[in-house]
């Protein structure tokens, strides 16, 4: 069965300072999906980005960006500039096609404080 | 504008009542979901659905219930409330297929006294 691990259970950083938020992962598979969510306090969750496994090159948005490393299973969130905005629970998710019904799976999550 | 919607958004309730939470959207997804999630914690998934009369169960168990008549609404229903199910309930929807991306409703914010 897939696993997700988050194994920073909170983080904090400096305001315009950079900050990496680690995921690993555990499957079998050679296609599947990883998104970084985030769900800032009190407000609703939403997508930061989204990876495909296929594609080597890594995923940006904006001051977000990942480091996938497809052979060590791992795929982590890098914040640039941070701002205080960016104060929230990331979690890291995997879609792969095995044992999950085509559901995503989530790791427990980082609680990540950005201090002015 | 496409959304999800989820009410009430906080409900402070009595042990032993009976209580629905409502989710509805306007995305046009097929699949909905069901997550259970206590402050600050992990997300559980609990009931999904692959689209009309169709419920199945989520990774952890849950007291509670829900139904899929119409497309647009997954209601999830606890028959008897009790402390144990104090947490947040987060509705969710996506395409059909797998795997893909998930977009979150704002969230019911349950306490059972």
């Known amino acids: 069965a897939q696993t997700v691990t988050q194994s920073q259970p909170e983080m904090s950083v400096q305001e315009a300072e950079t900050v990496t938020l680690s995921c690993t992962y555990d499957?079998?598979?050679?296609?599947?999906?990883l998104f970084w969510y985030k769900q800032p306090p009190s407000r609703q969750m939403i997508l930061v980005i989204r990876?495909?496994?296929?594609?080597?090159q890594n995923a940006t948005e904006n001051r977000f960006s990942v480091n996938f490393q497809k052979a060590a299973k791992s795929f982590s969130l890098k914040i640039s500039d941070s701002q205080l905005g960016d104060t929230a629970m990331y979690l890291c998710a995997f879609g792969g096609y095995g044992g999950s019904q085509g559901n995503l799976i989530f790791g427990k999550g980082t609680k990540l404080s950005v201090k002015p | 504008e496409a959304d999800i919607y989820q009410t009430p958004r906080y409900l402070v309730i009595g042990t032993g009542k009976k209580i629905t939470l409502e989710c509805s959207q306007t995305?046009?997804?097929?699949?909905m979901y069901w997550y259970q999630q206590d402050p600050g914690m992990e997300l559980h998934l609990i009931h999904y659905?692959?689209?009309?009369?169709?419920?199945e169960k989520g990774d952890l168990s849950s007291e509670s219930t829900v139904s899929r008549i119409r497309t647009e609404h997954f209601p999830l229903t606890l028959e008897s409330a009790r402390p144990s199910h104090t947490s947040q309930y987060l509705c969710?929807?996506?395409?059909?297929?797998?795997?893909?991306?998930?977009?979150f409703g704002p969230g019911t914010r349950l306490t059972v006294l």
């Open positions: 995305m046009g997804h097929d699949k």
């Open positions: 659905s692959y689209g009309v009369n169709s419920t």
């Open positions: 990876q495909e496994a296929y594609k080597q």
């Open positions: 499957t079998s598979e050679n296609n599947y999906y």
């Open positions: 969710a929807t996506s395409l059909a297929g797998d795997y893909n991306e998930q977009f």
